[in-house]
């Protein structure tokens, strides 16, 4: 209590000064007054009272003053009073504070970007209820953690748990709105019943789904998102209950989520899912029979330790090998599944921590340097003070008392440039958001909250502390006598921050030579990704994706797809066109793989056998994207002739494929590939493959990693095609005019079927590389700011030291130096700097481009030729920035120099 | 007439506390009171009267609060706090071990 009263009334004596002296001044004029009074009521007259009572009050301002010093409290006022010091030091450099305050602004400006970025996905929590609590569950096979989960496991987890309270599945998926004008792609979540109740939000409107809407038999029914339905319903209040055409099928609306709710992210409605039966669901018997993966998500009951979920996934595990022997006996199939649990917001932001640790790395580094080269300012500036301080010090001043001062001096200059700073993070944040580069565009917006000006506040302290610190300490250790006595060159202490400058710089230069190191790594790595052939010409190839309606479960799109390529193929604009089952570059993470045995070598273990992605083309597939084939010949139809096409079995005996070079030199390095026959997936699937051509290589899934061996199947072969198909169009205009006709054609067959994902291939290319580029931008541009910070410190320093030494040079000169001589002895100052801070670069990159490896294509991180050209630049940019104060030092007339002291 | 500084330091504090003790009062009310109950012979000078009360106000142990004068005037009362009686308490301890003390020696 005692304490809260004296605070306030603390902060009240500073914050309300006028009014203090206002209250100060009326109660000591009534006391006057009364006085007075008194004096009369003794028999005084007026003039001669109030006299009386002025001799008795005696000096009103000096006891004023004893007041004020009464209230005086010693550090905050100490810290106003050195403020406003401070202000009018600054007003007389306004050189240092611009320089401080640009500086600053762009490195807090940086740092607190990027913990916006950080705070935003990382830290703060995602916009559910208690959900900290929600986990993403997944299988594991081997060390790898896959995305999902199968349906059994949903229907295990959610039985016979004990640690969740609410397990719940939801999957995005695609689909059509059908019955309006034009036919559009939405993206929609299918979803367990119990999925609401497990993410706690409550509907805006409406309910969400219930109990008995999940399985094969419920009710057409959909819950829009919020921003659907203020985009496309007008925000249209009553809703609930009219109907809305998904896939052909009408579904009544029954709620709406209320603003915020995004998950999984973009889902614009939730369905029930219809397929989620616990009946029909087990593990496959074989890889012959479709697997129905689910994404699972619970909550945990409260105070359930994480040693708890692994228990009790590893017994959940055991438990579906138990349920499912058939599955996972005799097939051996996937005989080391396991389940996994991590938290939801780790999973959805896993990805982008790397990226934001070197991000805030690397502006963690600017801001090192740029507090360097203000320490280095400090000290010049303390320099020339020194007479200041050193009567400050003779008078009584407390050292301490004299670092305090100076430390408020640099958290003075760092204000203006901390709040310009948190502006131009409030700048780039709305940026960022507005363009979505392309680290950022699977996360929602990037928003500022208390945290951020938390950060902003306590980076801005540290800085200033960072880089008053040294300046205050030296300027606090003054030797009085030498100060005072020496005029304007205090030889003793000048020595010693001459050495601390020239250290400072030094480690500036290290930092950048880091810096400049990596953004080099990354630029030779993008060059060559920029390089990297795709393997075809990417030209007038035009790519898009169809989605068609569903059918029915397990219907056969073969039809609607040759009779689609059919109608694109006689297009007089286009020159050849393909299915395939994606584009190549897309972003589709999923690929489809099984392993392989060579019939006539000895099989191995299911486990042990190569895993080999298998892709569906259609014959014209290598003509379309010039792929050359290197051996054998192309399948076609003829392949496949004499096989009914109703009642086809799934897989042939016998099945013509054609592998890629990347499969040849992985499985026969030393035989013809041409005939051999292959079993892929179980050893029950019982269907052998035939290779009959072998291909170029692609680079289908990323620029930057090597082409993957691949097996091609034919569409034609029997495939079933479940759903959703890509087609590759090789134009003869540009690629982009060609996508209305296209989209006729696609509409010609079925008018229901929008066509998505349209995209040149160049622009997939380009997209490919987006996320790369953004890295390299930002790194180079931080490394571009840190180098020119460091060669301004550079400059300063010499600059300095020349100046300091103008005595000695003139000195030198008039016994008989000549101007080369001088050039040597200054331009070894700047080589002691390159000496000391190539090394000590070198040695930190190695330490730090580690972390940098998993962005890097072929190019090591410790890239001979990235380091050496880097410490060229680096070096030569040391000596552009001491030409200047060299060619002052060869200037100097010794008469002048002589004279001047 | 004695003066301030010639009241064993810190002596004005206790004087002060103690003539609040009674009740809230302004600050030429406190010099006078001092002056009555001495017979006249403290006399609190202005000079040290206001620091002493704007000191014993920061450090919480009386309160400050604008009123109404018994001549309609508006004039700053003074009044303990609950610290402030904690502290007349201890000054009052202190004070008559060391008066006591001082009388030992300058009656034996």
């Known amino acids: 209590m005692r304490l809260l009263l004296m605070l306030r009334l603390r902060l009240r004596s500073l914050s309300q000064r006028a009014r203090v002296e206002r209250e100060l001044e009326e109660e000591l004029r009534f006391h006057f007054d009364r006085q007075v009074e008194k004096n009369r009521a003794a028999g005084m007259d007026l003039t001669e009272a109030q006299q009386a009572a002025a001799r008795e009050?005696?000096?009103?301002?000096?006891?004023?003053?004893?007041?004020?010093?009464?209230?005086?409290?010693?550090?905050?006022?100490?810290?106003?009073?050195?403020?406003?010091?401070?202000?009018?030091?600054?007003r007389r450099d306004p050189f240092l504070a611009i320089t401080a305050t640009l500086t600053l602004a762009v490195c807090i400006g940086a740092n607190t970007t990027v913990f916006s970025i950080a705070n935003s996905i990382l830290i703060r929590p995602l916009p559910y209820p208690g959900s900290d609590r929600i986990d993403w569950i997944s299988e594991r096979t081997g060390p790898a953690q896959q995305d999902v989960g199968a349906a059994p496991d949903y229907f295990l987890l959610r039985d016979r748990n004990r640690i969740f309270e609410e397990v719940a599945t939801c999957d995005p998926a695609t689909f059509t709105w059908t019955g309006i004008e034009r036919p559009e792609r939405l993206d929609v979540a299918l979803a367990s019943a119990s999925f609401f109740p497990m993410m706690g939000v409550q509907p805006l409107l409406g309910r969400y789904l219930t109990t008995d809407e999940e399985g094969p038999k419920t009710p057409p029914v959909a819950v829009l998102s919020y921003e659907f339905w203020r985009n496309r319903f007008g925000g249209d209040r009553q809703i609930v209950g009219k109907t809305i055409a998904i896939d052909r099928l009408p579904r009544s609306i029954v709620g709406v989520m209320p603003q915020g709710f995004d998950f999984p992210r973009g889902a614009q409605l939730w369905l029930p899912n219809d397929v989620l039966d616990r009946a029909s669901q087990s593990f496959p018997l074989s890889a012959t029979q479709p697997i129905f993966t689910v994404s699972i998500i619970a909550r945990r009951k409260p105070e359930v330790t994480p040693q708890q979920v692994t228990t009790e996934m590893q017994r959940l595990s055991f438990a579906i090998r138990a349920e499912y022997p058939k599955a996972f006996q005799k097939s051996g199939f996937r005989s080391d599944l396991m389940l996994g649990a991590m938290p939801l917001q780790e999973y959805l932001t896993g990805q982008l921590r790397p990226a934001l640790l070197i991000l805030a790395g690397t502006v963690t580094l600017v801001l090192l340097i740029a507090c360097a080269n203000l320490a280095n300012l400090l000290l010049a500036r303390a320099s020339s003070r020194q007479r200041e301080l050193a009567i400050r010090l003779a008078l009584g001043s407390s050292r301490g008392r004299i670092i305090r001062q100076m430390l408020t001096e640099s958290l003075v200059l760092a204000v203006p440039g901390g709040l310009a700073g948190f502006c131009l993070a409030w700048l780039s944040v709305r940026t960022l958001n507005a363009v979505k580069p392309a680290i950022l565009v699977?996360?929602?917006?990037?928003?500022?909250?208390?945290?951020?000006?938390?950060?902003?506040?306590?980076?801005?302290?540290?800085?200033?502390?960072?880089?008053?610190?040294?300046?205050?300490?030296?300027?606090?250790?003054?030797?009085?006598?030498?100060?005072?006595?020496?005029?304007?060159?205090?030889?003793?202490?000048?020595?010693?921050?001459?050495?601390?400058?020239?250290?400072?710089?030094?480690?500036?230069?290290?930092?950048?030579?880091?810096?400049?190191?990596?953004?080099?790594?990354?630029?030779?790595?993008?060059?060559?990704?920029?390089?990297?052939?795709?393997?075809?010409?990417?030209?007038?190839?035009?790519?898009?994706?169809?989605?068609?309606?569903?059918?029915?479960?397990?219907?056969?799109?073969?039809?609607?797809?040759?009779?689609?390529?059919?109608?694109v193929q006689h297009l007089p604009i286009v020159r050849a066109a393909t299915l395939a089952d994606d584009p190549p570059l897309s972003d589709n993470d999923f690929q489809s793989t099984g392993t392989i045995g060579v019939i006539g070598r000895p099989l191995a273990p299911q486990a042990e056998r190569p895993r080999i992605s298998d892709v569906v083309v259609s014959p014209e597939f290598f003509h379309t994207l010039g792929v050359s084939l290197q051996r054998g010949r192309i399948f076609d139809s003829h392949d496949f002739t004499g096989i009914p096409a109703a009642g086809r079995p799934e897989f042939l005996r016998t099945e013509a494929v054609m592998v890629n070079e990347a499969f040849v030199h992985r499985i026969f390095p030393n035989e013809d590939p041409l005939g051999q026959r292959l079993i892929f997936g179980p050893d029950e699937f019982n269907a052998t493959w035939t290779i009959v051509g072998v291909v170029s290589d692609i680079r289908s899934t990323a620029l930057g990693a090597d082409p993957p061996a691949n097996i091609y199947r034919c569409t034609c072969a029997g495939v079933p095609i479940y759903r959703r198909m890509a087609v590759l169009v090789r134009t003869s205009v540009p690629p982009e005019a060609a996508i209305r006709a296209i989209e006729q054609q696609v509409r010609a067959v079925d008018r229901d079927q929008p066509i998505s994902d349209v995209k040149t291939m160049d622009q997939r290319r380009d997209a490919a590389l987006a996320p790369e580029r953004f890295q390299l931008i930002l790194l180079g541009s931080f490394a571009v700011i840190a180098i020119l910070l460091a060669t301004a410190g550079v400059y300063g320093t010499m600059s300095y030291l020349v100046a300091r030494r103008t005595r000695e040079i003139g000195i030198r000169m008039a016994m008989g130096a000549r101007p080369p001589d001088v050039l040597r002895m200054v331009l070894g100052e700047t080589g002691v700097l390159v000496v000391a801070a190539i090394p000590a670069g070198l040695g930190s990159a190695w330490v730090l481009t580690?972390?940098?490896?998993?962005?890097?294509?072929?190019?090591?991180?410790?890239?001979?030729?990235?380091?050496?050209?880097?410490?060229?630049?680096?070096?030569?940019?040391?000596?552009?920035?001491?030409?200047?104060?060299?060619?002052?030092?060869?200037?100097?007339?010794?008469?002048?120099?002589?004279r001047e002291e | 007439m004695s003066k301030p500084s010639g009241l064993v330091q810190g002596t004005l504090d206790l004087l002060i506390l103690k003539t609040l003790e009674l009740q809230p009062m302004h600050g030429w009310a406190i010099a006078e009171r001092i002056k009555q109950v001495s017979r006249e012979v403290l006399q609190v000078q202005q000079g040290s009267l206001y620091p002493a009360l704007h000191r014993l106000e920061q450090q919480a142990w009386i309160q400050a609060e604008w009123g109404e004068s018994d001549n309609n005037r508006r004039a700053k009362y003074y009044s303990l706090t609950k610290a402030g009686r904690r502290q007349l308490a201890r000054e009052t301890d202190s004070w008559e071990r060391l008066s006591s003390a001082i009388s030992a020696i300058v009656r034996a």
């Not at chain 1, 301002?61 to 905050?76: G, P, V, Y």
């Not at chain 1, 040294?470 to 304007?488: E, F, N, R, T, V």
């Not at chain 1, 962005?855 to 001979?864: E, K, R, T």
């Open chain 1, 57 to 90: 009050f005696g000096h009103i301002t000096q006891h004023k003053d004893e007041c004020r010093d009464a209230r005086k409290i010693s550090i905050l006022e100490n810290l106003w009073e050195d403020s406003r010091y401070a202000v009018r030091n600054l």
């Open chain 1, 442 to 567: 699977r996360y929602s917006a990037i928003s500022m909250d208390w945290r951020v000006l938390a950060f902003t506040i306590a980076l801005l302290a540290a800085t200033s502390v960072l880089f008053g610190i040294i300046p205050a300490i030296s300027a606090a250790g003054i030797q009085i006598h030498d100060a005072l006595k020496s005029a304007g060159l205090a030889h003793s202490a000048g020595r010693a921050a001459a050495g601390m400058r020239k250290v400072l710089v030094a480690g500036e230069l290290a930092v950048s030579l880091v810096l400049l190191i990596g953004a080099g790594l990354l630029t030779r790595s993008f060059l060559h990704l920029v390089h990297t052939e795709l393997g075809f010409p990417s030209d007038h190839l035009l790519t898009l994706r169809i989605n068609p309606v569903a059918l029915s479960m397990g219907h056969d799109y073969l039809p609607f797809y040759s009779q689609v390529l059919d109608g």
């Open chain 1, 850 to 898: 580690r972390y940098i490896r998993s962005m890097l294509y072929g190019v090591s991180a410790l890239d001979p030729t990235t380091l050496a050209i880097t410490s060229v630049a680096l070096a030569a940019m040391v000596f552009i920035a001491s030409a200047g104060p060299a060619q002052r030092a060869v200037r100097v007339d010794p008469m002048t120099a002589l």
